[in-house]
């Protein structure tokens, strides 16, 4: 268990900063389904059509979570409460539905 | 269809797994339909578990393009911004369901110590969750022309 514990890190950050990304509309790439291209810039949607973030908040969440989970020292890792593993997400499913929610009520 | 076949396997593995959690209720005999479902041994599914939720979302990915230009196109022309919205929270719910696998396979590693059993529990619940919300919006969203005539 110990030997892995950075594992526990990289779960907690990987939401987290998936929903960083999603909220400030951050991307370091889009994708254009019409083009069937990926851009570094934003293209004009008359041109390209609409474009789709999701890939590039995966990638920025997976990249993010990785390079912490190596640079936080094991130790601390190891120090973290299973607990938190779970209670993290939960509450990370909660802010989304919330944030969510206009798409419900008008 | 190979997006929903994947899908109702994982369901059927992760649902497996997550009922193997419920207390052996004396209600039912031992031989019981809901006493065999429960009794599995759940640490057989993880790895399975994990690549199918992988190959969930690189399919789920390479369909994506389709949806943005055909069917969210279909949904803001019909004016039904709850169908978006469900869609929205699924994209979001399969990321954090994706970055939630290492902790899972952590968790899921011989031997199963009582002390992580909690842990391991509401982990195997919450990709539970997110891949049965999944599933019923998928289905939902591909059904929705029938639906609104």
């Given at each position: 268990m110990d030997r892995f514990a950075r594992f526990k890190i990289f779960s907690m950050l990987f939401g987290i900063v998936y929903s960083v990304f999603f909220y400030f509309n951050w991307s370091l790439f889009q994708y254009y389904p019409a083009l069937q291209k990926f851009s570094r810039v934003n293209l004009p949607i008359s041109d390209a059509g609409p474009a789709i973030l999701w890939y590039a908040w995966i990638v920025a969440a997976f990249a993010i979570s990785l390079a912490a989970s190596l640079l936080i020292p094991r130790k601390w890792a190891e120090k973290i409460p299973p607990g938190w593993v779970w209670i993290a997400p939960v509450v990370l499913v909660l802010v989304i539905l919330y944030y969510e929610k206009h798409w419900f009520i008008r | 269809m190979l997006h929903v076949l994947v899908a109702v396997t994982l369901l059927g593995s992760l649902t497996h797994q997550a009922f193997s959690f419920m207390r052996r209720t004396?209600?039912?005999?031992?031989?019981?339909i809901v006493n065999r479902y429960r009794s599995?041994?759940?640490?057989?599914f993880t790895n399975t578990i994990i690549v199918l939720f992988l190959l969930q979302i690189v399919l789920g990915g390479l369909l994506y393009p389709r949806y943005r230009l055909d069917v969210r196109s279909t949904l803001e022309d019909l004016q039904l911004r709850g169908a978006n919205g469900l869609f929205e929270i699924k994209e979001h719910f399969a990321a954090v369901g994706l970055g939630l696998l290492p902790a899972y396979w952590l968790f899921w590693?011989?031997?199963?110590l009582p002390e992580y059993a909690a842990t391991r529990k509401y982990l195997t619940w919450l990709l539970a969750s997110f891949v049965w919300w999944n599933f019923l919006v998928g289905e939902y969203l591909n059904n929705i022309k029938g639906l609104y005539p």
């Open positions: - | 004396p209600r039912f005999s031992p031989n019981s599995v041994h759940s640490p057989t590693q011989p031997p199963l």
